[in-house]
C-alpha cells in the first residue's frame, strides 16, 4: 500500500490532482491499515490526511504478536 500511495504522490500532476492533499480512507481494518501508513516513516511524506472509520493502529488485533508472526511466515514463503 505505501508504494501505491508513492505513485499517487509522484504522478497526481497527471490527472490534474494535487499531491500535497492526498487522503487515505479506510473502513474497518483498512482503517487501522490508513492509520499506519499515516504514521510510518516509509509512506507518511505521501499522505497528507487520513480518515479511518471503525480502526485504529493502536487496535490490539492490528498491533498483536500474530499478526507480526503472520507477516514473516508470508515472506518467507513470498505470499505477501
Known sequence: MAA???FIYDN???IGGDRSRITAWGLS???SAVGQLA????SRDYIAGSIEMSGSPWAYWALGSTVANESLKLAEVKLS
Not at 504514521?39 to 516509509?42: E, G, K, N
Open 12 to 14: 497526481a500532476h497527471h
Open 4 to 6: 501505491a500511495f508513492k
Open 29 to 31: 481494518a483498512g482503517g
Open 39 to 42: 504514521l510510518s516513516p516509509i
